[in-house]
């Protein structure tokens, strides 16, 4: 938890994971979920006026990376345009903006992008996302882009809760081994995002340190998991080989086996209680 800074904190998307996790370290902010369409450009303007805030969290968005592939101008108007829109009402009230981005904005023909490499992503998530990395930058606002990855937390319904889950209930867990990126614990990415906004204008990456493959990461949860290649896996998108995002502007977080160790930790008290 963290002292607001003077006016209000504003997330957008707060019933998505992360605006939740926002949430417990501003618990002053106000909060605006999916009541509030984020392609009609009058009613984003009128509910950041309405608010007024000095700071402003973006943590809305499309994630469904296949789905986009299928509804591309959905995509595009939420994860593409809106972030202009956003971006732009911020200006306006003189609010600093926070715009949660994404790994898949690279191609993942590399071993690791720092913030500085341009984006060329595969998928028409990753475009959609690098339209508004781009819309926020030309918008004019006091902004932030934060790109991160591969989202576990506590009482979540991400990837880490689904193969504990499927472990339980298969024999074996098949599991990508060939695509690699860098896992991020909720808690702590929320807790550091005050430190970005500390910082100046700017494009960060904020992940737990260490790329590994999903097959890795599923290895170090269940014992059951088997390495599949992504081939075999019938997906109508296409996914970055290796987008790990390196960090040179920030201090690191933590190693993703430490993150872990926490959510294991936590998740087990959970069932305790």
Partial sequence: MVAAPEGTVLI????GRLGRALARVYPGAALIGH?????DEAAVRAAIAGHAPRLVFNCAAFTDVDACE????????VNGHAPGTVAAACADAGAT????S??????GDRNGYTE?????PVSTYGRSKALGEARVRSAG??????RTS?????GENDFASQMRTRSLVKPVVPVIADEWSRFTYLPELAARLPEVVAAPRGTYHLTNEGAVSWYGFARALIPNAAPVPAAQCRRRALRPRCSALLNTRLRPMRPWQEALSDYLRSEDEQVIR
């Fill in 35 to 39: 009541e509030l369409e984020l392609t």
């Fill in 116 to 120: 500085a490499d341009p984006p060329d």
């Fill in 70 to 77: 299928d509804e591309p101008e959905r995509a595009m108007a």
């Fill in 150 to 154: 591969r989202l576990f937390g506590p």
């Fill in 102 to 107: 994404t790994d898949y904005v690279f191609a």
């Fill in 141 to 146: 606002a006091d902004w932030r882009i934060v």
């Fill in 12 to 15: 957008l998307g707060a019933t």
């Fill in 97 to 100: 903006l926070v715009q949660i």
